[in-house]
């Protein structure tokens, strides 16, 4: 049965690089993965192979859990640092404060403390200001730093600043975070391999990204720091998150992670994001918010070019006063930078006149 194509396969949109399909060398693995018979629930080669390149790419042997989504992964990573009764640091924009409903806190039985930034970093001062253990029975007790790299708003902690806030969550007791969903984007900015942001950088435990650098589904939790994190085993079963198919998650992330597609793809996407910058900070009324450090562009739009714009495009409003989000993924293209541009200068020249 031949399945009838519902969408343009030449249409790229800016709402988010979720929006992409999966990468061809991403399929293929999943194909060759098919076929015959393997042990069920991460008892495959595939998985067994993925803790071996893990192990190498963060810079530590590493224990690895492979689970279908983002979400799944930090709930299930935080609900394992943690006791009932702790609490997670988190910059008010971090995407487990703003972006999961209340998973966190419904499925994780977890309390979020989310602190305001400029510019969605936390920094060492802060964790030592909101992560002060008091060991009051009237509050939840800091338990958790958890940091997102890249951040909501598309800005990379360097190594130097990352190193800072996990060594100040260390010497205050509490155990490290790293929602890496866009870490791929991240290290393709800085220039430094994936162990540089993880496990020299001593973070505990990583929520490492699949989907949005190419996979058509599949995270995975990475324990850094045994000591740090308990039950992982059970609770992935507990919270809906193990595969009986795993070796279809691992496979997909093996085609990331084992050789440099992971790279290719997050640099791909950062050098269409700052191309889009490039062309639309010019135009009149245009205002960019935030750094272009990844594959995110933050800018105030005027609201008819906005409405002008969708009708091509689709894309998030992020805040008041025009503030949008324009995202680009792994398969964003200079072509399709260009089109939104070029529309963007059109209409911006012919409000003028």
Known sequence: MRVTLLHDPAHIDFGSDNYAGAHPEVLAALAEANGGHVTAYGGDPYTARLRS?????????????????????????????????????????????????????????????????????????????????????????????????????????TVAELRAVVDAAHAMGLRVHLDGTRLANAAAFLGVPLAALTGEAGVDVVSLGGTKVGTVFGEAVVVLEPASSEGLLFLRKVDLQLASKMRFASAQLL?????????????????????????????????????????????RLPAALA??????????????????????????DEADVDAFVAAATEFAAARAH
């Open 53 to 157: 390149v893990l192990s190498a790419r963060l810079g530590r042997e590493a224990e690895v859990f492979p689970v279908f989504n983002g979400t799944g992964a930090n709930v299930l990573a935080l609900q394992s640092m943690l006791p009932r009764w702790g609490a997670v640091l988190c910059a008010q924009t971090a995407h487990i404060n703003t972006d999961e409903n209340g998973a966190p806190e419904r499925i994780g039985g977890l309390k979020l403390v989310a602190v305001p930034t400029p510019d969605g970093k936390l920094t060492p001062e802060l964790v030592e200001r909101y992560g002060v253990n008091v060991h009051d029975e009237h509050r939840a007790e800091p338990g958790v730093v958890s940091v997102t790299q890249s951040t909501e708003l598309g800005t990379a902690y």
């Open 255 to 299: 085609a990331l992670y084992e050789g440099d597609l992971w790279l290719r793809n997050a640099t791909r996407a950062n050098r269409m994001a700052a191309r889009l910058r490039a062309g639309l900070e010019p135009l009149p009324g245009v205002e960019v918010t935030q750094p272009t450090q990844a594959n995110a562009v933050f800018v």
């Open 307 to 332: 409405a002008h714009l969708r009708e091509r495009w689709h894309f998030y409003d992020w805040a008041d006063g025009g503030e949008v989000r324009l995202m680009c993924a792994w398969d964003t």
